[in-house]
């Protein structure tokens, strides 16, 4: 069965700094995709990044990158040049083989700080 | 476009109603999710249907069934509600190139 961890359950940042939400996956399957999502306080959930497993390079969209290192089983994102607009709560996400069931973390709050 | 759309967006409820949580989608998308969301334990999965005329268990089916009505529509009833329901309810469809997943902007049910 799939399994994501989300360590972190709340983070500071500094507002211009990078910063990096820890993610780790659990799953038997050959193939599958990693996901983050943000949900900024107004609820809605909002794709930011997507990571095959298949995929040789790290993904990047923007200011976000995942940081896919798969031997360890991780899928961390990375925020660079942090904005008061990045604080909300970040998930991260799993899909398996089939690609019918996606597996969400408990999710980090991200604060950004002016 | 709508995108993925949810009713109702707040429903108060007494122990042991029944009611029904409406999603439809205009996105011609195969598979479609409903999630529940509780602080602290991110979203999970109730039920899915990967396409029109299938539905299967997600993490925490109980108390819950679905109907996928057609390609469009896929609603969620709880038949006796009980207050361990009161939740955030997501419905969500699926890219499938991708798996990326399109929410709607969520229900929120309270059961006193």
């Known amino acids: 069965a799939q399994k994501i961890t989300q360590t972190q359950p709340g983070m500071f940042v500094q507002e211009k700094e990078a910063v990096t939400l820890d993610c780790t996956y659990d799953t038997s399957d050959p193939s599958y995709g990693l996901f983050w999502y943000k949900q900024p306080s107004s609820g809605e959930m909002i794709f930011l990044i997507y990571?095959?497993?298949?995929?040789?390079q790290n993904a990047t969209e923007g200011r976000y990158s995942l940081n896919f290192q798969k031997a360890r089983k991780s899928a961390n994102l990375v925020i660079s040049a942090s904005q008061l607009g990045d604080s909300a709560m970040y998930f991260c996400?799993?899909?398996?083989?089939?690609?019918?069931?996606?597996?969400f973390g408990a999710g980090t709050r991200l604060f950004v700080k002016a | 476009n709508a995108g993925v759309t949810q009713t109702p967006k707040f429903q108060v409820l007494k122990t042991g109603q029944s009611m029904t949580l409406q999603c439809a989608q205009d996105?011609?998308?195969?598979?479609m999710y409903w999630y529940r969301q509780d602080p602290g334990m991110g979203l999970r999965l109730i039920y899915y249907s990967a396409s029109e005329g299938t539905t299967d268990k997600g993490e925490v089916p109980n108390g819950y069934n679905v109907s996928r009505l057609n390609k469009r529509e896929f609603s969620l009833r709880l038949e006796s509600a009980a207050p361990s329901q009161t939740s955030v309810y997501f419905c969500?469809?699926?890219?499938?190139?991708?798996?990326?997943?399109?929410f709607g902007e969520g229900s929120r049910l309270t059961v006193l």
């Open positions: 990571q095959g497993s298949y995929d040789q």
């Open positions: 969500a469809t699926k890219y499938k190139n991708t798996g990326e997943l399109f």
């Open positions: 996400a799993s899909r398996d083989t089939g690609g019918f069931k996606t597996i």
């Open positions: 996105m011609n998308h195969n598979s």
